[in-house]
């Protein structure tokens, strides 16, 4: 019996052992749990932070992603619709990029850019300039103010002005940016400010001639007349009737060289204000050469000169301006009694065929040197052998101005010491 209680202690004591024993493992299992928990508590706060950064991050990335795609479609907007020019372009010549400007002002498409070489677009005229500026910048030089002459697809001149440098990677150039703008408009306003001065300046200095010619023209005239009228006054009685005739010749051929002079100026100022309007009318041609012929022999200072007229054709009733013609007339045949000797023969001839009307006037007289042809026409020019003979040098200006207005032409041969020939030819109907 004993045998049995003994057994049973120790089974009990074994139980006891045991269950001391588990719950010694089961409390160090729970506090191992317990630690495993707190750093899986721990991690589990790690990583969510970790998660929250990273989310943090892609938010950030892809707000940084939105940002740059809307400054790229910006600067894209304001490359495009920039109204300068802009361009890119490899150091071989082709075109890498341009903008709306850029095409639109040299009327090139996509397509044809894309086999479009820089020196094709570029002047003949200007590429040597062009060439020296591409050297430089493809050592690193920025060449700012640059003013070049591009060509358009339809030959139209484009005057550009900008500034171009170059790009480099590794220290090797890989392509050129240029950004210019158009100044044809401004440049072809400055060449018409520049001619307006030009002309303005002009004008100034043939007012300034004008002044000085007019005032001695006038003097010498004024002059005679005063003498003449004086004499006559002073001497009346003592002075022959022949003598008298004299006086008043010279104070007539004064006064009509006044009038000629006044004439020339009124017609001048008329023409250069272009005031002077074509108005013609029909006339007798011969009848109206005949009576400035006339006019002429009788106006004349010594009347020692001889006008010889001749027609040699049948004209009767033309359709000119007889105020414009007679002032080619006039002024023709005054210069060939002006500058021929004494005793001369002036050759007045007229012609008409296939309806065009040709005058042709021939002296004797000094000739024109062939320096002082070119400026023949110019208001107040004078031949460098005139000096000494009287003239205002408006008669050839008015007389090209007039034949002008008739849509004529006048064509002058000279020789020195030999005489001078004018031909001016006017078509019948202006």
């Known amino acids: 019996m004993w045998e049995k209680t003994i057994i049973q202690i120790k089974s009990f004591l074994n139980h006891k052992q045991n269950a001391i024993a588990y719950n010694k493992q089961s409390n160090k299992i729970q506090k191992i749990n317990q630690t495993l928990e707190q750093k899986l508590q721990k991690q589990t706060l790690q990583l969510q932070q970790v998660n929250q950064q990273l989310a943090d991050k892609i938010v950030e990335q892809q707000q940084m992603e939105i940002a740059l795609r809307e400054s790229e479609e910006r600067y894209r907007d304001l490359f495009e619709n920039a109204n300068d020019l802009i361009q890119c372009v490899t150091p071989e010549g082709k075109f890498i990029y341009v903008n709306q400007a850029w095409k639109a002002t040299l009327e090139y498409s996509d397509t044809e850019i894309e086999t479009l070489s820089i ?3 570029i002047h003949p005229d200007c590429l040597d300039h062009c060439m020296e500026i591409f050297k430089k910048i493809m050592v690193g030089e920025v060449c700012n103010e640059v003013e070049a002459t591009f060509i358009s697809k339809s030959g139209r001149k484009v005057i550009l002005s900008g500034s171009i440098n170059c790009k480099f990677v590794q220290g090797k150039p890989v392509s050129t940016r240029g950004i210019f703008r158009d100044i044809t408009e401004r440049k072809q306003a400055e060449v018409e400010i520049h001619y307006a001065l030009a002309k303005e300046r002009e004008l100034v200095e043939l007012k300034s001639r004008f002044i000085t010619t007019a005032s001695h023209e006038f003097r010498t005239p004024l002059a005679v007349i005063l003498m003449a009228a004086k004499l006559l006054e002073k001497f009346s009685n003592q002075i022959s009737e022949e003598k008298k005739q ?8 004064a006064g009509n060289h006044m009038t000629q002079l006044l004439d020339d100026i009124l017609i001048v100022g008329k023409l250069e204000a272009e005031k002077l309007q074509f108005a013609p009318t029909y006339l007798d041609l011969i009848q109206f050469c005949g009576e400035i012929v006339e006019h002429m022999q009788i106006s004349s200072t010594t009347n020692l000169h001889t006008i010889k007229f001749n027609c040699t054709s049948s004209v009767t009733h033309v359709y ?9 007339l006039i002024n023709l045949l005054s210069n060939a009694i002006k500058y021929s000797p004494q005793g001369g023969n002036i050759n007045f001839e007229l012609a008409y065929k296939s309806q065009e009307i040709t005058f042709r006037i021939q002296d004797q007289g000094v000739g024109i040197p062939e320096k002082d042809q070119k400026y023949l026409f110019d208001s107040f020019y004078r031949g460098s052998n005139t000096s000494t003979i009287p003239g205002t040098g ?3 200006s008015i007389v090209k101005q007039c034949v002008d207005l008739h849509n004529g032409n006048i064509v002058i041969e000279s020789q020195v010491g030999v005489g001078t020939t004018v031909t001016v030819t006017i078509p019948e109907q202006c």
């Open 119 to 121: 020196f094709e677009v």
């Open 246 to 253: 004299l006086y008043l010749e010279r104070i007539q051929t």
């Open 320 to 328: 000119l301006d007889a105020k414009l013609l007679r002032h080619i």
């Open 394 to 396: 408006l008669g050839m």
